[in-house]
């Protein structure tokens, strides 16, 4: 069984930054991938990013954070990064971190980001 503990969020002004972060514990043997979605009220649950744990990293972005946001990842401490600059009112969400396993996969708790004017 995995855990995953999501940290980072709050509130920030438009063009500010947040950094949020998910480390994975429990029982992990092996990570295909681990990333973000993103839930705001009334709109559908989107991928933002997410990384390949083996090679070099693939990474993907939503074209909507691309430029803005980075992903990364921290194999020994099982924990995924998400750089977020240049936010804008329309990032704020329920941050929700994803991990891929071989035949199984999780969900974070979510955390709220806000970005207010």
């Known amino acids: 069984q995995v855990q995953l503990v999501e940290s980072g969020g709050g509130l920030v002004q438009p063009g500010g930054s947040l950094r949020l972060s998910c480390a994975a514990s429990?029982?992990?043997?092996?990570?295909?991938?681990m990333g973000w979605y993103r839930q705001a009220p009334g709109i559908q649950r989107e991928l933002v990013a997410a990384i390949t744990s083996g090679g070099g990293g693939s990474t993907n972005y939503a074209d909507s954070v691309k430029g803005r946001f980075t992903i990364s990842r921290d194999n020994a401490k099982n924990t995924v990064y998400l750089q977020m600059n240049s936010l804008k009112p329309e990032d704020t969400a329920v941050y929700y971190c994803r991990y891929w396993g071989t035949s199984d996969n999780y969900w974070g708790q979510g955390t709220q980001v806000t970005v207010s004017s």
């Open positions: 429990g029982s992990i043997v092996r990570i295909y991938a």
